[in-house]
C-alpha cells in the first residue's frame, strides 16, 4: 500500500502537464523568430530524475520525443564526473547524441534540485534560424557531411551555477548569420525551462521529492497501461510495406505485433546518403513511437512509459541510423519515411484507426534575403500544409501540416509581409487529379509568395514530388504530388523538388503546391450529393466528376 493517497498523485501529474503548459507559452511568447513564435518550431518537456520523458507542451512530436534523450546525454556525460550542479544550463544539438535531429535543432536543459538531489530536468528544443554552415539558414541540400551543416554542440555547459559562460555566447554569436535573432532564441528557450524549474520546486516544497517522485513513477505506469491495453485490441502479426523514394531507393519496414510488444524492424534499408537525407536512430525511433500512439492511444496519456512496448530495431550506418559524419540536416524527410511506412504496413489492417496516405513531406521552404523595408538580414523558415488520407467513413483533412509536424502553423500573411519581407499573393486549395475515393483525400495547397528583395535565395526540400504519390486504401485513387514552382517574372517556369540558394528576384513568384491525400474505396460509390458539394467547393471539378466519380454536372 502507497503511503501517498491517489488524490495528491493526481493533482501532482495534472500540475506536471500544467507547468509544460506554461513553459511552451513563455517560449512562444518571447522568441525573436517567427518560426518560433507563429509556426510553433519548437517543443518543451519535463522529465524524469534519469531523463524519462513525463510531460510535454503542444509542439513538433520529433522534437517532444527527443528531450528524455538530451536530458539522458547529460547525465551520462557528466554525471560519472558529479559535474551537475543547480543553476547549470546544457546545450546539445548533435544529432547522434542528445540533440538527436539536426543542427538547427538546438537543445538547452537543466537539472531540477530539490533538496540536494535531482528531481527532474527542464528541456527546450528549438529551431534556430541559422546555426553557421556553408548556406543562410544552415540547411544545404548538397552538403556531404555534417561539418558543412554549422556548429555543433555536443552536450556542453551554456551556464554554470546561474551564470552564463560568456566564451559559448561569443561561439554562438560568431557562427550566426542572425546573431541578435538567434541569442533571442536562446534566451528564450532558457527563460523557459527556468520556468519549468521554478514551478517543479515549488510542487517539491507543496507536497515534498518523495511525493513528486512517486508521482513520476505512477504516470509512467499510466502511460505503458494505455499502450498494452490499446496494444491488445490490433491485430496480432507480421506486417510489411515498402516504397521507392524520389531517388530510386526502396525503403522497407517489417511490423511486428504481439500481445505484449510492437516491433518495428527497418534493418533491411539503404545504406546512409552522402547527404543531407539520412536520420539519427533517434529519429527512426520518434518516428516509430508517432505511429503507434496514432494506432493505440492518441487522445490519452504520452510520457515515456507509453513506449515500453515498442522495439526499433535499426542497422548503424544506414539511411534510419546516420553516424557521424553522416549529415542530417533534412533529417525530418526520412522521420515521415519511418512514421509513413509503418502506416502504410498497418492501415490495410486497422484503416479506422489511421486511414491512407497524406502529404509525407514537410515540403520546408527557406528564404534568406536582406528585407528590403528595414535592411536587417532575415531568415524564413516555414513548413507547408497538404492533405492527408481518407478513411473508411471520412474525407481526408484539407490543408493540414505533415505528421511529424504536429502542432505547427504557417507563418501569417501579415508577419511574413512586415517581418519577413515578402509578400503572399495566393493561399488557396487546389483541385489537382488525384486522392479520388468514396472518401476523397484531403486537398493540397497553393501557395505564391512574390519575392521583394535583390538579394533573395530559396532553399526548398519536398519529398513526393516523383511517382510516389500519397497511397489510397480499398481501393481509393492515390493522392497527388508536391512541387516547389518558381513563375520568373518574365514568365518562365522552374519546378523543383530540392533546391538549395536558388536565387530568385524581385517579381519572381515562389509557388508552393503541396499534395492531396489518397482516396478510400471505389470513387464510382461516393454519393452524387456529396460529388456535387466538391464541386461547389471548387475541390473538384465538373470533368474531373464526370471522369472520376460518374457524376455529371
Same mark, same amino acid.
Given at each position: 500500500?502507497?503511503?501517498?493517497?491517489?488524490?495528491?498523485?493526481?493533482?501532482?501529474?495534472?500540475?506536471?502537464?500544467?507547468?509544460?503548459d506554461?513553459?511552451?507559452?513563455?517560449?512562444?511568447?518571447?522568441?525573436?523568430?517567427?518560426?518560433?513564435?507563429?509556426?510553433?518550431?519548437?517543443?518543451? #518537456?519535463?522529465?524524469? #530524475?534519469?531523463?524519462?520523458?513525463?510531460?510535454? %507542451?503542444?509542439?513538433?512530436?520529433?522534437?517532444?520525443?527527443?528531450?528524455?534523450?538530451?536530458?539522458?546525454?547529460?547525465?551520462?556525460?557528466?554525471?560519472?564526473?558529479?559535474?551537475? $550542479?543547480?543553476?547549470?544550463?546544457?546545450?546539445?544539438?548533435?544529432?547522434?547524441? %542528445? /540533440?538527436?535531429?539536426? &543542427?538547427?535543432?538546438?537543445?538547452?536543459?537543466?537539472?531540477?534540485?530539490?533538496?540536494?538531489?535531482?528531481?527532474?530536468?527542464?528541456?527546450?528544443?528549438?529551431h534556430?534560424?541559422?546555426?553557421? %554552415?556553408?548556406?543562410?539558414?544552415s540547411?544545404?541540400?548538397?552538403?556531404?557531411?555534417?561539418?558543412?551543416?554549422?556548429?555543433?554542440?555536443?552536450?556542453?555547459k &551554456?551556464?554554470?551555477?546561474?551564470?552564463?559562460i560568456?566564451?559559448?555566447?561569443?561561439?554562438?554569436?560568431?557562427?550566426?548569420?542572425?546573431?541578435?535573432?538567434?541569442? /533571442?532564441?536562446?534566451?528564450?528557450?532558457?527563460?523557459?525551462?527556468?520556468?519549468?524549474?521554478?514551478?517543479l520546486?515549488?510542487?517539491?516544497?507543496?507536497?515534498?521529492?518523495?511525493?513528486?517522485?512517486?508521482?513520476?513513477?505512477?504516470?509512467? !505506469?499510466?502511460?505503458?497501461?494505455?499502450?498494452?491495453?490499446?496494444?491488445?485490441?490490433?491485430?496480432?502479426g507480421?506486417?510489411?510495406?515498402?516504397?521507392?523514394?524520389?531517388?530510386?531507393?526502396?525503403?522497407?519496414v517489417?511490423?511486428?505485433?504481439?500481445?505484449?510488444?510492437?516491433?518495428?524492424?527497418?534493418?533491411? !534499408?539503404?545504406?546512409? &546518403?552522402?547527404?543531407?537525407? !539520412?536520420?539519427?536512430?533517434?529519429? #527512426?525511433?520518434?518516428?516509430?513511437? #508517432?505511429?503507434?500512439?496514432?494506432?493505440?492511444?492518441?487522445?490519452?496519456?504520452?510520457? *515515456?512509459?507509453?513506449?515500453?512496448?515498442?522495439?526499433?530495431?535499426?542497422?548503424?550506418?544506414?539511411?534510419?541510423?546516420?553516424? =557521424?559524419?553522416?549529415?542530417?540536416?533534412?533529417?525530418?524527410?526520412?522521420? &515521415?519515411?519511418?512514421?509513413?511506412?509503418?502506416?502504410?504496413?498497418?492501415?490495410?489492417?486497422?484503416?479506422?484507426?489511421?486511414?491512407?496516405?497524406?502529404?509525407t513531406?514537410?515540403?520546408?521552404?527557406?528564404?534568406?534575403?536582406?528585407?528590403?523595408?528595414?535592411?536587417?538580414?532575415?531568415?524564413?523558415?516555414?513548413?507547408? *500544409?497538404?492533405?492527408?488520407?481518407?478513411?473508411?467513413? =471520412? @474525407? +481526408?483533412?484539407?490543408?493540414?501540416?505533415?505528421?511529424?509536424?504536429?502542432?505547427?502553423?504557417?507563418?501569417?500573411?501579415?508577419?511574413?509581409?512586415?517581418?519577413?519581407?515578402?509578400?503572399?499573393?495566393?493561399?488557396?486549395?487546389?483541385? $489537382?487529379?488525384?486522392?479520388?475515393?468514396?472518401?476523397?483525400?484531403?486537398k493540397g495547397?497553393?501557395?505564391?509568395?512574390?519575392?521583394?528583395?535583390?538579394?533573395?535565395?530559396?532553399?526548398?526540400?519536398?519529398?513526393?514530388?516523383?511517382?510516389n504519390p500519397?497511397?489510397?486504401?480499398?481501393?481509393?485513387?492515390? +493522392?497527388?504530388? !508536391?512541387?516547389?514552382?518558381?513563375?520568373? *517574372? @518574365?514568365?518562365?517556369?522552374?519546378?523543383?523538388? =530540392?533546391?538549395?540558394?536558388?536565387?530568385?528576384?524581385?517579381?519572381?513568384?515562389?509557388?508552393?503546391?503541396? *499534395?492531396?491525400?489518397?482516396?478510400?474505396?471505389?470513387?464510382?460509390k =461516393?454519393?452524387?450529393?456529396?460529388?456535387?458539394?466538391?464541386v461547389?467547393?471548387?475541390?473538384?471539378?465538373?470533368?474531373?466528376?464526370?471522369?472520376?466519380f460518374?457524376?455529371?454536372?
Amino acid at each position: 500500500m502507497s503511503k501517498h493517497d491517489p488524490f495528491t498523485i493526481e493533482i501532482i501529474q495534472s500540475s506536471l502537464h500544467a507547468v509544460t503548459d506554461e513553459m511552451f507559452a513563455t517560449m512562444r511568447k518571447t522568441a525573436m523568430t517567427s518560426t518560433i513564435y507563429e509556426v510553433l518550431d519548437f517543443g518543451v #518537456a519535463i522529465t524524469g #530524475a534519469k531523463g524519462e520523458l513525463m510531460t510535454q %507542451g503542444a509542439g513538433v512530436p520529433c522534437f517532444i520525443g527527443v528531450l528524455g534523450a538530451s536530458a539522458e546525454a547529460v547525465l551520462a556525460k557528466f554525471g560519472p564526473k558529479g559535474d551537475i $550542479h543547480p543553476g547549470d544550463i546544457f546545450i546539445t544539438n548533435d544529432p547522434y547524441s %542528445g /540533440g538527436v535531429t539536426h &543542427l538547427n535543432d538546438v537543445v538547452v536543459v537543466m537539472p531540477i534540485f530539490y533538496g540536494g538531489k535531482i528531481l527532474g530536468w527542464a528541456a527546450n528544443k528549438a529551431h534556430w534560424s541559422d546555426v553557421g %554552415g556553408k548556406v543562410a539558414g544552415s540547411l544545404s541540400t548538397d552538403s556531404t557531411e555534417i561539418f558543412q551543416e554549422g556548429i555543433q554542440f555536443p552536450e556542453v555547459k &551554456l551556464v554554470e551555477r546561474g551564470k552564463p559562460i560568456q566564451s559559448m555566447l561569443d561561439m554562438i554569436v560568431a557562427n550566426s548569420r542572425t546573431p541578435d535573432l538567434t541569442l /533571442g532564441d536562446m534566451w528564450a528557450g532558457i527563460a523557459s525551462i527556468r520556468v519549468g524549474e521554478r514551478r517543479l520546486v515549488e510542487l517539491a516544497e507543496k507536497y515534498g521529492y518523495d511525493a513528486i517522485a512517486h508521482a513520476m513513477v505512477e504516470l509512467l !505506469n499510466l502511460g505503458e497501461s494505455v499502450s498494452r491495453r490499446e496494444l491488445a485490441d490490433l491485430p496480432k502479426g507480421v506486417f510489411t510495406a515498402e516504397e521507392t523514394t524520389d531517388d530510386g531507393l526502396v525503403i522497407r519496414v517489417t511490423v511486428t505485433v504481439t500481445d505484449d510488444a510492437f516491433i518495428v524492424d527497418l534493418r533491411d !534499408n539503404p545504406k546512409a &546518403l552522402a547527404a543531407p537525407y !539520412n536520420c539519427s536512430r533517434g529519429v #527512426a525511433v520518434v518516428g516509430a513511437q #508517432a505511429t503507434l500512439k496514432a494506432l493505440t492511444s492518441p487522445l490519452s496519456v504520452t510520457n *515515456a512509459g507509453t513506449f515500453r512496448p515498442l522495439e526499433v530495431l535499426t542497422e548503424p550506418g544506414t539511411l534510419f541510423h546516420a553516424e =557521424r559524419p553522416d549529415p542530417c540536416g533534412m533529417f525530418p524527410e526520412p522521420n &515521415l519515411q519511418v512514421l509513413d511506412l509503418v502506416w502504410k504496413a498497418m492501415a490495410p489492417h486497422v484503416p479506422e484507426r489511421v486511414g491512407a496516405g497524406h502529404l509525407t513531406s514537410v515540403c520546408g521552404t527557406i528564404f534568406a534575403a536582406t528585407h528590403p523595408d528595414t535592411g536587417r538580414f532575415t531568415i524564413c523558415v516555414e513548413p507547408e *500544409a497538404g492533405g492527408w488520407g481518407a478513411g473508411p467513413d =471520412r @474525407d +481526408g483533412e484539407n490543408g493540414q501540416f505533415c505528421a511529424a509536424d504536429g502542432e505547427t502553423y504557417n507563418c501569417p500573411i501579415e508577419v511574413n509581409e512586415v517581418r519577413n519581407g515578402i509578400f503572399v499573393d495566393r493561399y488557396a486549395f487546389h483541385n $489537382h487529379d488525384g486522392g479520388e475515393g468514396t472518401f476523397r483525400g484531403g486537398k493540397g495547397v497553393y501557395l505564391d509568395y512574390r519575392i521583394r528583395a535583390a538579394d533573395a535565395r530559396l532553399t526548398g526540400v519536398y519529398f513526393r514530388t516523383q511517382d510516389n504519390p500519397p497511397w489510397g486504401l480499398n481501393g481509393g485513387r492515390p +493522392g497527388s504530388l !508536391n512541387c516547389l514552382r518558381v513563375v520568373r *517574372a @518574365d514568365g518562365s517556369v522552374e519546378d523543383y523538388n =530540392r533546391v538549395g540558394g536558388l536565387a530568385v528576384r524581385p517579381g519572381d513568384v515562389v509557388r508552393v503546391i503541396t *499534395a492531396t491525400g489518397g482516396g478510400f474505396g471505389d470513387p464510382r460509390k =461516393r454519393p452524387r450529393e456529396s460529388v456535387l458539394q466538391d464541386v461547389k467547393n471548387g475541390f473538384v471539378t465538373p470533368e474531373q466528376a464526370k471522369k472520376y466519380f460518374g457524376v455529371t454536372v
